[in-house]
């Protein structure tokens, strides 16, 4: 169940093409929840929800697809600046209450909640990646080179503040305090700074939702 035990992991893959044959010189989304049995989830892109929604009394389960999310970059546009990326999540409706929050595929859910029978405690959101991304040639491409944007339709204050990968494990993303329910929708972009080798880059970036 994704309700329990803690922690909670989702998966995304990441895949960078650059198709070259040569190198070139809202308001914030947090809102309360009833207090209740000890229970964590977390939904990065697909997940499963019962009855709809949570707030007509769905419960979340497993689900087991990692998403990806690409860019494909001309040899023309190497090295020009930051390209779009997206993702083959379809998402685009709140778990919470069915609400239209994200517009894929350039956007990504990610959401959850932090349940306890009391009131004290805070759980948190953090995302591992490794340094590079890598081609079968074992090119590298850093991890740092993708960003993202944060928000949802509606929202004037993100809920998972903007960022950029650091490529280190549990990198800090957010702090959700006890019987919250949050989720954003994360927009990524490649930097697309400098040239690299030619190939497919691929990495995955694991994001965990913990508790004590």
Known sequence: MNTAP???LRQLAWLLAAWVSWLPAANAYLVAITPGNRTIYLQVGAGTMSRGSFTNGGTPSDNAT????SVTVPAAALGT???PMTSNSTVANSPYDGYAFCSPPGQV???GFYRIPGSTGTASLTVTTPANLLNAAADQIPFSAITWASGGNGDTTATIPAGQ???VPAQPLLSIPA???FESCLTFSFS???GYAAGTFNGRATYTLTAP
């Open 6 to 8: 803690f922690p909670k």
């Open 66 to 69: 990692i998403n990806s999310v």
């Open 81 to 83: 600046g930051s390209l």
């Open 109 to 111: 859910y990610v959401g």
């Open 165 to 167: 990968f650091a490529g």
């Open 179 to 181: 019987n919250r329910w």
């Open 192 to 194: 697309n700074a400098r």
